[in-house]
């Protein structure tokens, strides 16, 4: 029988050719995608000070599952009054993008950049995320950390080495994403505008306050 999850490894495929990174990680929401990157970026290269986690900045208006995954990934965030468009650089260390808003050909810039696959964006499958990068490294933690930690092999079979999420992105999401992604062809797609997305001022909220 044919491995359907050869789907998704397809698509991470034709998705990092076609952004121009050397690796892509689905995943099953860009939400998903900034919170592993913040917890791989957290345990493998961030110390602490006095205990804490240097604080994050991040615009104040922009989707609320940004805030969520810095608050549940251990940090504290520092809203900003600022204009963006497409992406913008969050992380303790920075080098991680929330590109949930961008989507073009040759787009990968470098570090962690994730992206939206959500039924408004410019590939709308539906639901999925990705993570480009070109650290090998970050790959093998973050396909084992989407996956409860298992490896690509049968359960009986795994080792288990790690605690991980159940953040997988499934292949029905990944075959329709290969199909959209083909039906571009060479089409040239514009940033998404922040200002239609209806995105709350985030700072007003005292749940974000933590």
């Not at 009986?156 to 999420?165: I, R």
């Not at 062809?185 to 909220?205: H, I, T, W």
């Amino acid at each position: 029988m044919t491995n359907p999850y050869q789907t998704v490894i397809s698509f991470e495929t034709a998705i990092a050719e076609y952004c121009g990174s050397k690796f892509a990680v689905a995943v099953e929401s860009c939400t998903s995608a900034l919170f592993l990157s913040l917890m791989y970026q957290k345990t493998h290269y961030i110390k602490t000070i006095r205990g804490q986690l240097p604080r994050i900045e991040i615009p104040s208006k922009t989707y609320p599952g940004v805030a969520c995954s810095i608050l549940h990934a251990g940090g504290k965030i520092i809203f900003e009054n600022i204009d963006w468009q497409g992406e913008y650089e969050v992380g303790y260390g920075r080098g991680i993008w929330d590109a949930a808003l961008k989507f073009k050909r040759g787009m990968y810039h470098g570090g962690l950049q994730c992206l939206s696959f959500h039924i408004k964006k410019n590939l709308p499958i539906g639901r999925g995320g990705m993570i480009l990068t070109d650290d090998f490294e970050a790959v093998k933690w973050l396909r084992k950390a989407r996956f409860d930690g298992r490896d690509p092999v049968p359960l009986q079979e795994d080792n288990f080495t790690m605690l991980g999420w159940n953040m997988y992105m499934q292949p029905d999401q990944a075959a329709r994403g290969l199909q959209l992604l083909q039906a571009l062809g060479d089409r040239e797609l514009d940033d998404l505008e922040v200002e239609k997305q209806g995105y709350p001022d985030l700072s007003k909220f005292p749940i974000y306050q933590q």
